[in-house]
């Protein structure tokens, strides 16, 4: 199975500021990533897929890079709604598996 | 709109069987196959497997639940669901189906574009 790990497990950060996430794979899965954010008591909801596209709707602020095992998670300026836990997850093959999480909050 | 509307909480002792339901409504359900993931109280994201909710319904399930997890679809009532066998407690868990946005003959892209609401079950003597 390919393990997915990442940086930090959880960080404090204030409105406006600049955040980044990491995530690695333990095995080169190219492109195959995606990122969800879930907020306290609700299902996960897809950000960014193949490492840099943003999905429909989700703000620009949000944005993703890397490729082959290391891959990074930006928000540029958060927001008071972008307090949460953010998971990466591989979709080169399955197993599908995501990284433990990093819960972002003030 | 798109929504996957999953079955209330349940709690079964240890060594029953669960059994959740999730009913698509606002797309074509026969076009987009259905995943179901896990999260544990306070812990993480667990993939349980995949199938196809049209044609000969072929599925994919993790090794981990291989032999207690069973996926089944009813295209009459656009709903999906998915049986897990010989509970433990490190079952309970909030359980979720959602969409994989892209499927075609080579396979799909194994991403989650639309998610339940979630189911939790308990497992607990």
């Known amino acids: 199975d390919i393990q997915m790990t990442q940086s930090p497990s959880s960080l404090s950060a204030s409105v406006g500021d600049r955040v980044t996430i990491s995530c690695r794979s333990s095995q080169n899965i190219s492109r195959y990533l995606n990122w969800y954010q879930q907020k306290s008591g609700e299902a996960p909801k897809l950000l960014i897929y193949?490492?840099?596209t943003l999905q429909n709707g989700v703000p620009p602020r949000f944005t993703g890079s890397g490729s082959g095992t290391e891959f990074t998670l930006t928000i540029s300026s958060l927001q008071p709604e972008d307090f949460a836990t953010y998971y990466c997850?591989?979709?080169?093959?399955?197993?599908?598996?995501f990284g433990g999480g990093t819960k972002v909050g003030i | 709109q798109v929504q996957l509307v999953q079955s209330g909480a349940e709690v079964r002792k240890p060594g029953a069987s669960v059994k959740v339901s999730c009913r698509a409504s606002?797309?074509?359900?026969?076009?987009?196959?259905i995943h179901w993931v896990r999260q544990a109280p306070g812990l993480g994201l667990e993939w349980m497997g995949i199938?196809?909710?049209?044609?000969?319904?072929?599925?994919n399930y993790a090794q981990k639940f291989q032999g207690r997890v069973t996926m089944d679809r009813d295209t009459s009532t656009r709903t999906v669901y998915m049986e897990l066998s010989s509970l433990k407690s490190e079952d309970t868990a909030v359980y979720y189906c959602?969409?994989?946005?892209?499927?075609?003959?080579?396979?799909?892209?194994?991403?989650?574009?639309?998610w339940g609401q979630g189911t939790l079950v308990t497992v607990s003597s």
């Open positions: 997850q591989q979709s080169f093959s399955a197993p599908l598996t």
């Open positions: 606002g797309y074509t359900f026969s076009s987009y196959y």
């Open positions: 959602a969409r994989d946005p892209y499927c075609t003959d080579d396979g799909c892209s194994l991403t989650f574009d639309y």
């Open positions: 199938i196809n909710p049209s044609g000969d319904g072929s599925i």
């Open positions: 193949t490492a840099k």
